[in-house]
Nanobody, 125 residues
Framework: QVQLVESGGGLVQAGDSRRLSCAVS????????MGWFRQAPGKEREFVAA????????RYADSVKGRFTIARDNVENTVYLQMNSLKPEDTAVYYC??????????????????WGKGTLVTVSS
């Protein structure tokens, strides 16, 4: 059974850093792309960052480029999202997702195949 389990959310202050983790199990990860999405209150879910498991190639939303870093650990089967210089507008539920499609081009959230339950990040000003 495919499982994605996020952790690491919490309350932080503007300017702080936080690392989110997504523990992955249930399939051959080398054939999947992994993504982080987020959904703020009253807004649609949006793309944040993606990584190709096999190559490690990455892509970021313009709003987080230079501040967030996505990485994967092949031994621990975990995807990370390192978030630096956090802003109040980064407040959202952050979701880990997976798909066999390439995330190096835009894939709408509805086309992702597997989702975690999310972890809430709140950034206070």
């Amino acid at each position: 059974q495919v499982q994605l389990v996020e952790s690491g959310g919490g309350l932080v202050q503007a300017g702080d850093s936080r690392r989110l983790s997504c523990a992955v199990s249930g399939w051959a990860l080398s054939n999947y792309d992994m993504g982080w999405f987020r959904q703020a209150p009253g807004k649609e879910r949006e793309f944040v960052a993606a990584i190709r498991w096999r190559s490690g190639s990455t892509r970021y939303a313009d709003s987080v480029k230079g501040r967030f870093t996505i990485a994967r650990d092949n031994v621990e089967n975990t995807v990370y999202l390192q978030m630096n210089s956090l802003k109040p507008e980064d407040t959202a539920v952050y979701y880990c997702a997976a798909t066999p499609k390439s995330l190096l081009t835009a894939v709408p959230p509805r086309d992702m195949d597997y989702w975690g339950k999310g972890t809430l990040v709140t950034v206070s000003s």
